[in-house]
T-cell receptor, first 115, second 111 residues
């Protein structure tokens, strides 16, 4: 398997624009997570899904952020409108349903810069 | 609220010595704890998982301890090498699904 695939790897946009980040999890993994990483706040959990259903979105900063998982092989994280404080690296991770190990497999991240 | 603390300062270790990283948590009782390694510009990579009923776990040069009384995990790298230089993240987890990370400790091994 190719691992978790994220796109784009880098995105530079202007304040007010819509940003869509994409993730393809590892086939057969039932859980999908979106994290955001900054120097100040570290790695923050935004939302996670189980079997395509959002389970906990308490980490989503505000209504400008939304995440969807229309099927088992694709998820999006959308920011509309984007602001400079949204600049960060966004990671997607997936996890298999194997007991309670909870091991996460991360993608390489999408580095977002909002000017 | 749940809080996870790792050494905020970078750790500089001479090659060949043992590196010890600390992870402390408060306000919850995790059923297990994971450690990850993150290299610059890359996503975190899973290293080890230890459960609450396990005191110690080893994998090659890595050793993890889990003290539920002290609410602390120690992560040791023996015979450290420059290739071990990275940021190490801990993730104590009370639920099988929700996994929250500490801020990480940057480890630097000098030759």
């Amino acid at each position: 398997d190719a691992g978790v695939i994220q796109s784009p790897r880098h995105e530079v946009t202007e304040m007010g624009q819509e940003v869509t980040l994409r993730c393809k999890p590892i086939s057969g993994h039932d859980y999908l997570f979106w994290y955001r990483q900054t120097m100040m706040r570290g790695l923050e959990l935004l939302i996670y899904f189980n079997n395509n259903v959002p389970i906990d979105d308490s980490g989503m900063p505000e209504d400008r952020f939304s995440a969807k998982m229309p099927n088992a092989s694709f998820s999006t994280l959308k920011i509309q409108p984007s602001e400079p404080r949204d600049s960060a690296v966004y990671f997607c991770a997936s996890s298999p349903r194997t007991g309670n190990t909870g091991e996460l497999f991360f993608g390489e991240g999408s580095r977002l810069t909002v000017l | 609220s749940q809080k996870i603390e790792q050494n905020s300062e970078a750790l500089n270790i001479q090659e060949g010595k043992t590196a010890t990283l600390t992870c402390n948590y408060t306000n919850y009782s995790p059923a297990y704890l994971q450690w990850y390694r993150q290299d610059p510009g890359r996503g975190p990579v899973f290293l080890l998982l230890i459960r609450e009923n396990e005191k110690e776990k080893r994998k090659e040069r890595l050793k993890v301890t889990f003290d539920t009384t002290l609410k602390q995990s120690l992560f040791h790298i023996t015979a450290s090498q420059p290739a071990d230089s990275a940021t190490y993240l801990c993730a104590p987890s009370g639920s099988a699904s929700k996994i929250i990370f500490g801020s990480g400790t940057r480890l630097s091994i000098r030759p």
